[in-house]
T-cell receptor, first 111, second 111 residues
Framework: DADVTQTPRNRITKTGKRIMLECSQT?????MYWYRQDPGLGLRLIYY???????NKGEISDGYSVSRQAQAKFSLSLESAIPNQTALYFC??????????FGPGTRLTVT | GNSVTQMEGPVTLSEEAFLTINCTYT??????LFWYVQYPGEGLQLLLK?????DKGSNKGFEATYRKETTSFHLEKGSVQVSDSAVYFC??????????FGTGTSLTVIP
């Protein structure tokens, strides 16, 4: 089984719809992250969490919210999706050795 | 602030050619440096890392040396294979809290 699972893997939605992307992990790591990947821009950090009571904004948090429902689950919400949120979204986990482990990604298209 | 600059691609090489992908960084303090690889349709995977100046990270024939004097962490491989075709990301972290990624360099190796 994969260490980091993301659902859905692909999603097409319309402008103004609410969308939730989910991430779960089996490695027991404390730190969880959400990134978006855009061509030519690399990965940019949206939010990160060190435990269920600790949520932090990243570089590009506007238009997004997150919830750490449990140590193993970290979801990303787009309250009202807009076309420029079309991107590839990655969840990652980490521990004290600083390495990050990435999920397979969710490709989101907002029309 | 913290940032990573890596050479723009795409890079196309013949099999068994020598590979260099340049990466330079700006950071406060003494960051840890990483190279991640992303194969088509997958998430990022850690390729190698170095945590202090003059350290050399290596894995699967790839190498990179942490050069504090030139703030660089260039990725090299002596003889690339078709299976090395992927996107390569340079990254840094100062505290393990936030990671900063370069924009990625696409490598295509042709037989």
């Amino acid at each position: 089984d994969a260490d980091v699972t993301q659902t859905p893997r692909n999603r097409i939605t319309k402008t103004g719809k609410r969308i939730m992307l989910e991430c779960s992990q089996t490695k027991g790591h404390d730190r969880m992250y959400w990134y978006r990947q855009d061509p030519g821009l690399g990965l940019r950090l949206i939010y990160y969490s060190f435990d269920v009571k600790d949520i932090n904004k990243g570089e590009i948090s506007d238009g997004y919210s997150v919830s750490r429902q449990a140590q193993a689950k970290f979801s990303l919400s787009l309250e009202s999706a807009i076309p420029n949120q079309t991107a590839l979204y990655f969840c990652a986990i980490g521990q004290g050795d600083y390495e990050q482990y990435f999920g397979p990604g969710t490709r989101l298209t907002v029309t | 602030g913290n940032s990573v600059t890596q050479m723009e691609g795409p890079v196309t090489l013949s099999e068994e050619a020598f590979l260099t992908i340049n990466c330079t960084y700006t950071a406060t303090g003494y960051p840890s440096l990483f190279w991640y690889v992303q194969y088509p349709g997958e998430g990022l995977q850690l390729l190698l890392k170095a945590t202090k100046a003059d350290d050399k990270g290596s894995n699967k024939g790839f190498e990179a040396t942490y050069r504090k004097e030139t703030t660089s962490f260039h990725l090299e491989k002596g003889s690339v294979q078709v299976s090395d075709s992927a996107v390569y990301f340079c990254a840094l972290t100062n505290t393990g809290n936030q990671f900063y990624f370069g924009t990625g360099t696409s490598l295509t190796v042709i037989p």
